[in-house]
C-alpha cells in the first residue's frame, strides 16, 4: 500500500512536470471525468478508455490531450507521439470540439492491467487552471475462467441477497401479526378479567344483602316469641291450685 501511495505520489508530480512543459499552468479551467473502473476478458481483443472533459475561460487556443498509465513498473507517459494508427499497442482518438477524447488498448493482455489517467491541457494559457487531469480509470484484464467464475460468484450474492431480503421481510410481517395478535388476546384477557371481578363482586353483593336481610327478619321475630314465652308462663301459673 505505501508502494502504490509513493508511486501515485511520483506520477503525480511526473504529470504536472509534463503538464508543465506541455504548457504552464487568461482565466481559464478544465474538468475532467472518465469512469473510475474496467473489467474485461484478456480474450476480448481491445477494449477503449473514454475521457470527456468540458473547460471555462479558455480561449488560448485547442486543448490538448494526453494519456498516462500507472502499473506495476514505473509511471508511463503513453502516445506522446499522437497513436493515431490502428497498428500500434495504443491507439488515441479526440474529438476535442465536442470534448471527448479516448484511448483504445489493442491486443489485450494480462499484463495491461493498471491504472489510465486521462488529461487536458492548454498548452497557450498560463493560467493553473488550464491543466487537469482525471481520477484515473482502473483497468483489470482477467482470464475467462477467472472472469466466469467472479460473474457466477456474484449471480450467486445478488440471488442470496434477494432471498434475505424476502426472509427478512416475510419475518417483519409475521413479527407484526404475532404482535397485533398478542395485543388483542391480553386486551381480551383484561377484559375476561374485568368481567370476572365484577361478575364475583355482584355474587357476594347479593350474598351479603340476603344474609343481611335473615338477619335482620330473626331480629324483628326474636321479642315475639319471648313475650309468648312469658305469657304462657304467667297463665300456667295462674291456673295452678
Known amino acids: 500500500m505505501e508502494t502504490v501511495t509513493g508511486g ?6 511526473e504529470i504536472g512536470l509534463i503538464l508543465f512543459y506541455v504548457g504552464a499552468a487568461d482565466d481559464c479551467t478544465v474538468l475532467v471525468q472518465q469512469p473510475p473502473y474496467l473489467e474485461v476478458a484478456h480474450t476480448q481483443g481491445a477494449v477503449t478508455i473514454q475521457c470527456s472533459f ?3 475561460g479558455c480561449i488560448s487556443g485547442q486543448p490538448k490531450s494526453l494519456w498516462f498509465r500507472y502499473g506495476a513498473d514505473q509511471p508511463e507517459n503513453l502516445c506522446s507521439d499522437g497513436c493515431t494508427g490502428d497498428a500500434g499497442k495504443f491507439t ?5 470540439t465536442e470534448g471527448e477524447v ?18 487536458i491541457a492548454f498548452p497557450r494559457s498560463t493560467q493553473p487552471g488550464a491543466k487537469r487531469t482525471g481520477e484515473g480509470t482502473t483497468l483489470v484484464v482477467r482470464e475467462m475462467k477467472e472472469l466466469h467464475r467472479l460473474h457466477s460468484l456474484h449471480s450467486l450474492l445478488t440471488a442470496i441477497l434477494s432471498l434475505l431480503s424476502v426472509y427478512i421481510t416475510g419475518a417483519l410481517v409475521i ?6 395478535s398478542k395485543s388483542n388476546s391480553l386486551r381480551n384477557k383484561e377484559t375476561e378479567d374485568s368481567q370476572k371481578k365484577k361478575s364475583a363482586r355482584r355474587i357476594f353483593q347479593e ?9 335482620h327478619v330473626e331480629t324483628r321475630h326474636q321479642p315475639e316469641k319471648g313475650n309468648t314465652y312469658e305469657n304462657r308462663r304467667v297463665f300456667s301459673n295462674y291456673e295452678r291450685p
Open 8 to 13: 501515485r505520489i511520483i506520477l503525480s508530480l
Open 92 to 96: 488515441v482518438k479526440e474529438a476535442l
Open 175 to 180: 413479527f407484526v401479526i404475532l404482535s397485533k
Open 207 to 215: 350474598i351479603a344483602q340476603e344474609l343481611y336481610s335473615k338477619r
Open 54 to 56: 468540458s473547460y471555462n
Open 102 to 119: 479516448s484511448l483504445t488498448i489493442n491486443r489485450v493482455a494480462l499484463n495491461d492491467s493498471a491504472v489510465y489517467i486521462c488529461g
